[in-house]
């Protein structure tokens, strides 16, 4: 079986611009859950989809969006980019939510903000 | 507000010997994961623990709950150089079917010779 696919893997940008990162799920995994992981402040948790439907959200800006299509593959865009956006930004699928059943783990797009 | 707190931070243990770790929570749950991240690495799931008295184990790892205490603990028997990584322990906050994991800062164990 699949994993979790995350791409890019690398991405380089410059403050002010926007970038979008996919995530593609386990296959019948109907949850996708973003998470920004950085060496200050750990993992925190961006958002949860589920059916298409944003279903939990975690403190950060308005300039963190995501999205889930009908094939539960999740997209995230993270608009007018910060140099403290620079961090691992990890998805995770599971079968029926982040607390429900087990979490699978992509391998991480790394961004850094220049 | 959730809080998920784990200690130590940092442990260097010695090729051999036994270790337990501590992943303390602030509120009510009976859902705590744990996860090992290699560096450079993405999170592998390692336990799942859903009910008060949940142990588990896995080679030289055993992790058990104490929802009373708000407490999990992942022992480790002679530990090997293989078990140098960090350990994350999540606690998951739910209500229904809405459910939000919270991480803890994570624990770095270094095994020396």
């Known amino acids: 079986k699949a994993g979790v696919t995350q791409t890019p893997r690398y991405l380089i940008k410059t403050r002010g611009q926007q970038v979008t990162l996919s995530c593609s799920p386990i296959?019948?995994?109907?949850?996708v859950s973003w998470y920004q992981q950085t060496p200050g402040q750990g993992l925190q948790f961006l958002f949860e989809y589920f059916s298409e439907t944003q279903r939990n959200k975690g403190n950060f800006p308005g300039r963190f969006s995501g999205r889930q299509f009908s094939n539960s593959r999740s997209e995230m865009n993270v608009s007018t980019l910060e140099l403290g956006d620079s961090a691992l930004y990890l998805c995770a699928s599971s079968m029926m939510g982040q607390g429900i059943s087990e979490q699978f783990f992509g391998p991480g797009t790394r961004l850094t903000v220049l | 507000e959730l809080k998920v707190e784990q200690n130590p931070l940092f442990l260097s243990m010695q090729e051999g010997k036994n270790y337990t770790i501590y992943c303390n929570y602030s509120?009510?749950?009976?859902?705590l994961y744990w996860y090992r991240q290699d560096p450079g690495k993405s999170l592998e799931s390692l336990f799942v623990?859903?009910?008060?008295?949940a142990v588990k184990q896995e080679g030289r790892l055993m992790a058990s709950l104490d929802t009373k205490a708000r407490l999990s603990t992942l022992h480790i028997t002679a530990a090997v150089h293989d078990l140098s990584a960090t350990y994350f322990c999540?606690?998951?906050?739910?209500?229904?079917?809405?459910?939000?994991?919270?991480f803890g800062k994570g624990i770095t164990l270094s095994v020396r010779p």
């Open positions: 623990l859903l009910s008060n008295g």
């Open positions: 999540a606690v998951d906050s739910y209500t229904g079917a809405n459910s939000k994991l919270t």
């Open positions: 296959s019948g995994h109907r949850s």
């Open positions: 509120t009510t749950s009976d859902r």
